[in-house]
Nanobody, 122 residues
Framework: QVQLVESGGGLVQAGGSLRLSCAAS????????MGWFRQAPGKEREYIAH????????YYADSVKGRFTISRDNAKNTMYLQMNSLKPEDTAVYFC???????????????WGQGTQVTVST
């Protein structure tokens, strides 16, 4: 099993930046992809980005493309999400998760972290 712990959320004004971290521990050799999801109040959980653990190839949902950057440090078993030009609609609880599958499907992600709150004020 792999355990994931997110950190780095907080309150920021619109247009500001935050950097989220997701630290993995345990059987990290099984990770194929790690991703970020978010859930706003009253809404379903939304996929926003993921990265292949080996090659570090990033992928983004259209809602964050050009504003968010996903990266990882294999030596630290940590994934990051740099969030720039934040908007009030980015307000949500942000979760990291992992997939052991070689192909990408949002529904294959699991081992969810506890989440970190991001609030963007106007």
């Amino acid at each position: 099993q792999v355990q994931l712990v997110e950190s780095g959320g907080g309150l920021v004004q619109a247009g500001g930046s935050l950097r989220l971290s997701c630290a993995a521990s345990g059987r990290t050799f099984s990770i194929a992809r790690m991703g970020w999801f978010r859930q706003a109040p009253g809404k379903e959980r939304e996929y926003i980005a993921h990265i292949t653990w080996g090659s570090g190839s990033p992928y983004y949902a259209d809602s964050v493309k050009g504003r968010f950057t996903i990266s990882r440090d294999n030596a630290k078993n940590t994934m990051y999400l740099q969030m720039n030009s934040l908007k009030p609609e980015d307000t949500a609880v942000y979760f990291c998760a992992l997939s052991t599958r070689r192909t990408f499907r949002p529904e294959d992600f699991g081992s969810w972290g506890q989440g970190t709150q991001v609030t963007v004020s106007t």
